[in-house]
């Protein structure tokens, strides 16, 4: 069965500092990819997706990934984050069907 | 917000009684969602529907039933609740009449069974 793995529960980092949230998947056929962000309180948001084409793919508010065929990975990174990116995130994919996977989700929280 | 409500938003409720969720959308889309959100679990789907009385189950569809008479409304329904219910629920639409792959997520629904 396909998977998404979310290694890190709580990611704890500075403004203005870097982060990667990391994402791999179990599948050996072709997949979509996809990063979505959930503020507390509220419902998920699309950040990005990875359909076909280019493996770096740029979302909103800053954020993109890179598509990782070999090493199954579809990485989520920002350069510099703000408090306001502090929210939980997930990973999903699409294999074959038109039914979402999701992965179990990572705490990002951004300290002044 | 792709034009989804859900209610109630929030609710209480006891072991053993029945408990429906409305999910409406505005824009005539095909494809309707249920999942529940709970801690250490990510999202899981409940069961889904790719149009009017056309629905199918998901991972996790023990104890709950769903209907979608009209293409505005999806209903999930909880026979009779158990305390493993509680969680957050949503729902979310897929753009189109197609299955474009990307999902839009309705606002949730926290369900408290006691």
């Known amino acids: 069965a396909q998977s998404v793995t979310q290694l890190d529960s709580q990611v704890p980092v500075f403004e203005e500092a870097p982060v990667e949230l990391r994402c791999n998947y179990s599948s050996s056929v072709s997949v979509y990819l996809f990063w979505y962000v959930q503020y507390p309180n509220q419902g998920l948001q699309l950040l990005l997706k990875y359909l076909s084409g280019s493996t770096l793919v740029k979302g909103i508010n800053g954020f993109e990934a890179e598509f990782n065929k070999s090493q199954t990975s579809f990485h989520l990174r920002k350069p510099s984050v703000h408090i306001s990116d502090t929210a939980e995130y997930f990973c999903a994919v699409i294999v074959n069907t038109d039914k979402l996977i999701f992965g179990t989700g990572t705490r990002l929280q951004v300290f002044p | 917000d792709a034009g989804i409500t859900q209610s109630p938003r929030h609710k209480v409720t006891e072991t053993g009684t029945p408990v429906t969720l409305r999910c409406h959308q505005t824009e005539n889309h095909r494809y309707m969602y249920w999942y529940r959100q709970d801690p250490g679990h990510g999202l899981r789907l409940i069961h889904y529907?790719?149009?009017?009385?056309?629905?199918d189950k998901g991972e996790v569809s023990d104890g709950y039933s769903v209907s979608r008479s009209k293409t505005e409304d999806f209903l999930l329904t909880l026979e009779s609740a158990t305390s493993s219910q509680t969680s957050v629920y949503f729902c979310a639409i897929t753009p189109g009449l197609a299955a474009s792959y990307e999902q839009y997520f309705g606002p949730g629904t926290r369900l408290t069974v006691t």
């Open positions: 529907s790719y149009g009017v009385k056309d629905t």
